[in-house]
């Protein structure tokens, strides 16, 4: 039997199914895992993504002519049988379960294996073949539990907000910003968030997500308020003028990428809180070894370092070329452990 998904230009491509897992390139259908801008495009014909996942995936790209589907629920195309798995990555993200003539593979999209409030919960889905992203795949990156990371963001705030200057945190719109809103103390202040990420919550409160109260700047009338808000903005605004708003400022920045000394060199910020929705690598290494799959196929970010490691391991481990990337920042070699590169990242 010949491999049951493919890379081609367009993207990943299930054969027997004829269709598309979060093509690149206008396709006549796709199947999208997350509403995340290098995985959900504009142009496709019909879309299929999770019924969790609508309400962002539609803010996102507008009118579409969208399909949705619970999670464990089945559809058939083309005698493939397609259901889709929380994947834990942000609101509605899905892996993509794809059955046909008794062989399973599994497209996981992004994903990470610590569970948050904003999210279903990555669920481990067995088949023979999984196909994984790498984003943070070598083994310094190891997280924290989140809850030390909402602690730590608090300690800060609060110590601003005693100070009389506001907290501006930059932080990824979609995902990101709404998993920190969910786990900070919003009793220390007012909650300010950038017109790219208000909209985003609004869709977050629409499907169920318990959000705290969140105000746009020009909805304060009283100025001295900003003096004790924590401000939740996209990378974007650093240094535009939507900045000047807010005076004198503490900012802070939140990724992944934050453990590596070169990202925080340049991002010329107070503070870097470590905080991904991407696997680590003891979460990579979890998610594959519960697929029990004996073949696994690499997509965005270490691909390299981690089919090596896989081969030492016993795995049949291959390598797909992808147009993903990170959304978190961009990286340069320079700042990279190891001379390894942080794949569009």
Not at 81 to 96: I, R
Request: aromatic share 8%; with cysteine.
């Amino acid at each position: 039997m010949t491999d049951m998904v493919v890379a081609r230009k367009e993207g990943l491509y299930c054969v027997p199914g004829d269709f598309y897992i979060d093509p690149w390139q206008p396709v006549e259908r796709a199947v999208i895992t997350h509403a995340h801008a290098d995985h959900a495009r504009i142009g496709h014909g019909h879309y299929l993504a999770s019924a969790e996942g609508e309400g962002v995936l539609r803010s996102r790209l507008g009118e579409i002519h969208l399909e949705t589907l619970p999670y464990g629920q089945t559809v058939v195309r083309n005698g493939v049988t397609v259901s889709l798995h929380p994947a834990g990555h942000v609101l509605g993200s899905a892996q993509v379960r794809m059955e046909y003539r008794g062989e399973v593979w599994v497209a996981s999209g992004d994903y990470k294996v610590e569970a948050d409030a904003t999210c279903a919960a990555f669920e481990p889905v067995r088949c023979d073949t999984f196909i994984t992203e790498s984003t943070f795949g070598l083994p310094i990156y190891r997280w924290q539990p989140q809850q030390n990371i909402f602690d730590d963001i608090n300690d800060w705030w609060r110590a601003n907000a005693q100070e009389g200057r506001a907290s501006v945190l930059f932080c990824y719109a979609f995902g990101k910003a709404q998993r920190i809103l969910s786990g900070i103390d919003a009793g220390i202040g007012p909650i300010i968030c950038h017109g790219a990420v208000e909209p985003l919550n609004r869709a977050y409160r629409a499907s169920g997500v318990h959000l705290p109260d969140t105000r746009m700047v020009t909805d304060v009338a009283d100025k001295a308020e900003l003096r004790r808000a924590l401000v939740i903005a996209p990378p974007s605004a650093g240094n535009s003028p939507w900045m000047k708003r807010f005076g004198e400022y503490s900012d802070a920045f939140a990724s992944g990428w934050m453990l590596l000394r070169g990202a925080r060199r340049r991002r010329a910020v107070d503070r870097g809180f470590i905080l991904s929705d991407h696997a680590d690598w003891p979460g990579l290494m979890q998610a594959i070894a519960a697929t029990g799959a004996q073949r696994v196929i690499v997509t965005h970010g270490q691909v390299p370092v981690m089919v090596r490691w896989l081969r030492q391991n016993g795995l049949d481990a291959g390598a797909f070329a992808t147009e993903y990337g990170d959304e978190e920042d961009k990286g340069s070699a320079a700042e990279e452990p190891d001379g390894e590169r942080l794949a569009n990242a």
